[in-house]
């Protein structure tokens, strides 16, 4: 088990004693905003001195959940920016990470922008529809971009709609988002998404 201490220093728990072992963080790292840690993957979100957010990787990535061209890697690793402009040419550089989570072998990162609405990107497995995007044809491997606007109730996204995505939590097997809508006009409302696994009803009543 691994436990921060403090930016750039990790430690490993191991019969009853703490010691320290090498990360690969950069100089500039201001603060360490999220750590998260899945079945077999870990992804960071870190605050540079400078403002900016960075996400970092480790562990393993067979099934996608790192990004694209990374099976495993045994240290952190930054994923860069441009790699998650893959899923759509158009997104802008201005597009920073402000949200993360991890399911069991997935992993999801919430992009933002002062004047668009946000995008929510999903990697890895597809295992119970954990990618949000439906049935994908042949292997899942990749970053895929989760259409959140087709979910909500019908003439509440607008060309003039800023949408936001407010929380993000996922389980094991399930995916639960908490979306914000604004208008021009003023108005305003907020919905909750999910998808995945519904055992026990984790995700409530279940609509189309």
């Not at 870990?42 to 960075?54: F, I, K, Q, V, W």
């Not at 696994?197 to 609509?207: E, H, V």
């Amino acid at each position: 088990m691994r436990i921060v201490l403090n930016i750039g220093v990790f430690a490993r728990f191991s019969r009853g004693s703490f010691a320290r072992v090498s990360s690969n963080f950069r100089d500039g790292v201001l603060k360490l905003l999220v750590l998260l840690a899945e079945s077999n993957h870990t992804l960071a979100l870190l605050r540079t001195l400078d403002g900016n957010t960075e996400l970092w990787r480790c562990g393993d990535g067979s099934r996608g959940q790192l990004g694209p061209f990374c099976d495993k890697t045994a240290i952190f690793r930054r994923i860069d920016q441009d790699l998650l402009r893959r899923v759509d040419a158009t997104i802008s550089l201005q597009y920073t990470v402000r949200l993360i989570a991890a399911s069991w072998e997935t992993s999801y990162v919430v992009l933002t922008h002062p004047d668009c609405s946000d995008i929510l990107l999903s990697m890895g497995a597809n295992d119970f529809g954990s990618l949000g995007v439906g049935t994908v044809s042949g292997s899942p491997a990749g970053i895929h971009f989760v259409p959140l606007h087709e979910h909500l109730p019908a003439g509440s996204v607008r060309p003039d709609t800023l949408l936001r995505v407010l929380s993000l939590s996922a389980g094991p097997r399930h995916v639960v988002v908490r979306v914000g809508l604004s208008q021009r006009g003023g108005t305003s409302s907020t919905h909750i998404l999910g998808w995945g696994a519904s055992r026990n009803s984790k995700l409530g009543p279940i609509t189309h």
